[in-house]
T-cell receptor, first 118, second 110 residues
């Protein structure tokens, strides 16, 4: 149990276009989902926290107008990279938690989406 | 949030126990210790977590010192598939956010 999927697994796009990445919890309801970004040979960086039905909370330095997050249901959150540029090329990873993530409950991570912007 | 310090890399012989240390000297009483690992180009995988007591599951054991300032993740019989980056994370109980450090790259050798 506790499987999280992401789609697509890999995407290549032209500079200036927008890309949408989906994160789904397949066998549980995720009250909270998290989005991370990882550059080569670096650690994961938390971008934002999203709760179903409410606006996402972004970490300091993450542009909310560039990285649009929607958590419309208990099993789906989407990240849209708007007007993507080569510096946005990265590995985007989501995670999901059954609750707000507190009380010791673990987060389950998706397999990641490799974005390459040409 | 409490910071963690881990050695950047470690080697372990296949079949032997891998003991991965983590220092979290500024941890407070309401913060959990979590361990995740990330195999190359995959999402992180949850291993184990604890608050005060030692914990064991089918993957590993977590030993937390009495003063909670450090902990050790033990993989009892390491296999080549355990080669990964291991992250020790301290997480406050009032937030679900996980802040990843640089982790320890564990190389299991035949």
């Amino acid at each position: 149990g506790a499987v999280v999927s992401q789609h697509p697994s890999r995407v290549i796009c032209k500079s200036g276009t927008s890309v949408k990445i989906e994160c789904r919890s397949l066998d549980f309801q995720a009250t909270t989902m998290f989005w991370y970004r990882q550059f080569p040979k670096q650690s994961l960086m938390l971008m934002a926290t999203s709760n179903e039905g409410s606006k996402a909370t972004y970490e300091q330095g993450v542009e909310k107008d560039k990285f649009l997050i929607n958590h419309a249901s208990l099993t789906l959150s989407t990240l849209t990279v708007t007007s993507a540029h080569p510096e946005d090329s990265s590995f985007y990873i989501c995670s999901a938690s059954r609750d707000s993530g507190t009380d010791g409950n673990e987060q389950f991570f998706g397999p990641g989406t490799r974005l390459t912007v040409l | 949030d409490a910071k963690t310090t881990q050695p950047p890399s470690m080697d372990c012989a296949e079949g032997r126990a891998a003991n991965l240390p983590c220092n979290h000297s500024t941890i407070s009483g309401n913060e959990y210790v979590y361990w995740y690992r990330q195999i190359h180009s995959q999402g992180p995988q949850y291993i184990i977590h604890g608050l005060k007591n030692n914990e064991t599951n089918e993957m590993a054991s977590l030993i937390i010192t009495e003063d909670r300032k450090s902990s050790t993740l033990i993989l009892p019989h390491a296999t080549l598939r355990d080669t990964a980056v291991y992250y020790c994370i301290v997480r406050p109980v009032n937030t679900g956010k996980l802040i990843f450090g640089q982790g320890t790259t564990l190389q299991v050798k035949p």
